[in-house]
């Protein structure tokens, strides 16, 4: 079967031990998200990332490595009925710049009630969707794990300087 994928970008954001969280409350009652949404058309998932960022937590922030990557197949799950799309989330280890505060924003996402610092040692308590409070844990302790992103309009200047075309390659 063909399925659409909808490429959401994630803002992973650790400091002092605590991850900041986006906080809503709707018919599934009280539970956070990381500031984070759909890549919108013409958009790279950096700019989209750092774009959710501002959205959802009024922040300005800087974006390092990829940390983690997400599929939620709803044709798969058994145990609950998921009303969302098939999706991949692209969760990135990010700092907010200096002088960005984390805030509520004046345009909140629907539902989304504030914007939270949980401590890790406090992860546990909360609901978190998708549920990888045991992942952030574990790459807090070592944020050496990273997975690599590779912007392929960058790799054309670290190649040959020029563009590659089809007709460069011969043919199989």
Known sequence: MNYHIRVRACALIIEND?????????ENGLHYNLPAGGVERGESVIEAVKREAWEEASVDIEVGKLAFVSEHSPHLITNYESKSPHGLSLMFDCKIKEGSRPSLPKKPDLNQTGVRWVPLSELDSVVLYPNIKQLIIEYARDRKKNIELIEEYKLAHQITGTTLKRN????V
Do not use: M, R, W
Request: hydrophobic share 55%; proline share 8%; glycine share 0%.
């Open 18 to 26: 605590a991850v900041l969280l986006v906080e809503f409350e709707d």
């Open 168 to 171: 460069d390659f011969p043919k």
